[in-house]
């Protein structure tokens, strides 16, 4: 990182050379944002690629061809070039919404938020559970249908939790345990008629956005929740949608995504060729675009302007944990293993490579975290949420069964 300072003269390059690089950035760099998008103003339609890509892309290439983002003051605008690919080809659109049309209350410790937009309204509601110990403002964990994690993880530390009730938005539901509407039929879809065809990652990660406008527009003074340390996490198709939340809004701090399988952090291109695994073809979707598996199925999936790596890059430079368990094959884990190395060179890119992490420990059942894997989420909890400088994040890159295993380099030739 020492290229970055060579122009500066006199005391200002003594000081620089003193301190390690790493500090020198990470001063610098926010670790959480006060706006849901700081490059909102920023869109672009996207082409698909003419040529294919047979390996993952370069997160920091721009989608013209004009280089690559050098500077962390450009990766705002190249952050938003991605979303703008996601939402285009996967999702659909998520769309920004007015604080005018938002109203907020607490009835107790239950958060409300009313949403209107044009004639029709959308209310949410979710209890949030204060901790026994610590003072407010208090730190909050939001799980995306669920908290999956080990509640004593969070009690113990004095973090608040609350659910992210994703049905009260889209209630399709994997299985068919519950009543579920269809695509175009969802509270969701009152609003935006316009965006019948989404799919249900970009309406549930809006729904999140609106709770997080509610925190925000009451204070802290009525909420009791810090905005600034606010996470996300899920497990599951839940892993997948605290994946999208966090990407997708840059208040949240830390996101904690356990067990995501593909679709997730599994990059579409690593997975295409294994077997058994959920791969682009095999997803669920009323999740995603039906247009994306039109366009992209097959050896079109290297025709995709972007991968998941960058959709987990989207979170720089704020922090991010992704847990796998390689026993469920179907999870991609391997793939998830390439696609996290890939997504990590963002944040290292910019110095700050110890807010971004994976654990992928075998040997414990679908969402139940082992105890091997409390140290990793205590760090990131610590860290990012308690605000613990000295919590050690570095170097939180565990994968035993795919460590010196695995090809990486194959499809990382940037």
Same mark, same amino acid.
């Given at each position: 990182?020492?290229?970055?300072?060579?122009?500066?003269?006199?005391?200002?390059?003594?000081?620089?050379?003193?301190?390690?690089?790493?500090?020198?950035?990470?001063?610098?760099?926010?670790?959480?944002?006060?706006?849901?998008?700081?490059?909102?103003?920023?869109?672009?339609?996207?082409?698909?690629?003419?040529?294919?890509?047979?390996?993952?892309?370069?997160?920091?290439?721009?989608?013209?061809?004009?280089?690559?983002?050098?500077?962390?003051?450009?990766?705002?605008?190249?952050?938003?070039?991605?979303?703008?690919?996601?939402?285009?080809?996967?999702?659909?659109?998520?769309?920004?919404?007015?604080?005018?049309?938002?109203?907020?209350?607490?009835?107790?410790?239950?958060?409300?938020?009313?949403?209107?937009?044009?004639?029709?309204?959308?209310?949410?509601?979710?209890?949030?559970?204060?901790? @026994?110990?610590?003072? +407010?403002?208090?730190?909050?964990?939001? $799980?995306? !249908?669920?908290?999956?994690?080990?509640? %004593? #993880? =969070?009690?113990?530390?004095?973090?608040?939790?609350?659910?992210?009730?994703?049905?009260?938005?889209?209630?399709?539901?994997?299985?068919?345990?519950?009543?579920?509407?269809?695509?175009?039929?969802?509270?969701?879809?009152?609003?935006?008629?316009?965006? @019948?065809?989404?799919? +249900?990652?970009?309406?549930?990660?809006? $729904?999140? !956005?609106?709770?997080?406008?509610?925190? %925000? #527009? =009451?204070?802290?003074?009525?909420?009791?929740?810090?905005?600034?340390?606010?996470?996300?996490?899920?497990?599951?198709?839940?892993?997948?949608?605290?994946?999208?939340?966090?990407?997708?809004?840059?208040?949240?701090?830390?996101?904690?995504?356990?067990?995501?399988?593909?679709?997730?952090?599994?990059?579409?291109?690593?997975?295409?060729?294994?077997?058994?695994?959920?791969?682009?073809?095999?997803?669920?979707?009323?999740?995603?675009?039906?247009?994306?598996?039109?366009?992209?199925?097959?050896?079109?999936?290297?025709?995709?302007?972007?991968?998941?790596?960058?959709?987990?890059?989207?979170?720089?430079?704020?922090?991010?944990?992704?847990?796998?368990?390689?026993?469920?094959?179907?999870?991609?884990?391997?793939?998830?293993?390439?696609?996290?190395?890939?997504?990590?060179?963002?944040?290292?890119?910019?110095?700050?490579?110890?807010?971004?992490?994976?654990?992928?420990?075998?040997?414990?059942?679908?969402?139940?975290?082992?105890?091997?894997?409390?140290?990793?989420?205590?760090?990131?909890?610590?860290?990012?949420?308690?605000?613990?400088?000295?919590?050690?994040?570095?170097?939180?890159?565990?994968?035993?069964?795919?460590?010196?295993?695995?090809?990486?380099?194959?499809?990382?030739?940037?």
């Amino acid at each position: 990182m020492l290229h970055r300072f060579c122009k500066v003269m006199g005391t200002a390059l003594t000081v620089a050379l003193l301190l390690p690089s790493n500090v020198l950035a990470q001063k610098n760099i926010p670790l959480v944002y006060d706006k849901e998008n700081s490059g909102a103003t920023y869109d672009k339609n996207i082409s698909i690629l003419k040529t294919p890509c047979t390996t993952l892309p370069d997160p920091l290439a721009w989608f013209d061809g004009k280089g690559r983002v050098k500077k962390f003051k450009q990766w705002e605008k190249r952050r938003n070039e991605i979303a703008a690919s996601i939402q285009q080809f996967e999702i659909g659109k998520k769309p920004a919404v007015k604080k005018e049309d938002i109203k907020a209350w607490m009835d107790r410790d239950t958060l409300n938020v009313e949403v209107t937009i044009g004639n029709e309204k959308l209310h949410l509601k979710s209890h949030i559970t204060y901790p @026994k110990t610590g003072k +407010a403002p208090y730190p909050l964990m939001i $799980g995306s !249908s669920m908290i999956a994690l080990p509640r %004593q #993880l =969070l009690e113990e530390r004095g973090i608040a939790m609350m659910t992210f009730h994703e049905s009260q938005v889209n209630d399709y539901s994997q299985g068919q345990w519950r009543p579920h509407h269809d695509r175009g039929e969802h509270n969701f879809d009152r609003l935006y008629p316009e965006l @019948k065809d989404n799919g +249900a990652y970009s309406e549930w990660a809006w $729904g999140f !956005s609106r709770l997080l406008d509610g925190l %925000q #527009l =009451l204070g802290e003074e009525v909420t009791r929740i810090d905005m600034k340390h606010i996470g996300v996490t899920g497990c599951s198709y839940a892993g997948k949608m605290a994946l999208f939340c966090g990407a997708f809004d840059e208040r949240v701090a830390l996101t904690i995504a356990q067990e995501p399988g593909g679709g997730g952090a599994a990059a579409w291109r690593v997975s295409y060729p294994m077997a058994d695994v959920e791969s682009l073809e095999r997803t669920d979707y009323h999740w995603f675009l039906e247009s994306m598996k039109e366009k992209f199925s097959g050896d079109n999936v290297y025709l995709l302007p972007h991968d998941r790596h960058e959709l987990c890059a989207m979170i720089c430079p704020r922090a991010l944990l992704m847990l796998g368990n390689p026993d469920f094959k179907w999870l991609a884990d391997e793939s998830a293993y390439v696609s996290m190395n890939a997504a990590k060179k963002v944040w290292e890119q910019f110095g700050i490579g110890d807010r971004v992490g994976y654990s992928i420990i075998a040997g414990h059942g679908h969402c139940q975290l082992p105890e091997s894997q409390f140290p990793e989420v205590g760090a990131f909890l610590d860290r990012f949420l308690l605000g613990k400088e000295d919590a050690k994040t570095e170097n939180i890159h565990i994968a035993p069964m795919f460590d010196g295993k695995v090809d990486v380099d194959k499809w990382i030739k940037w």
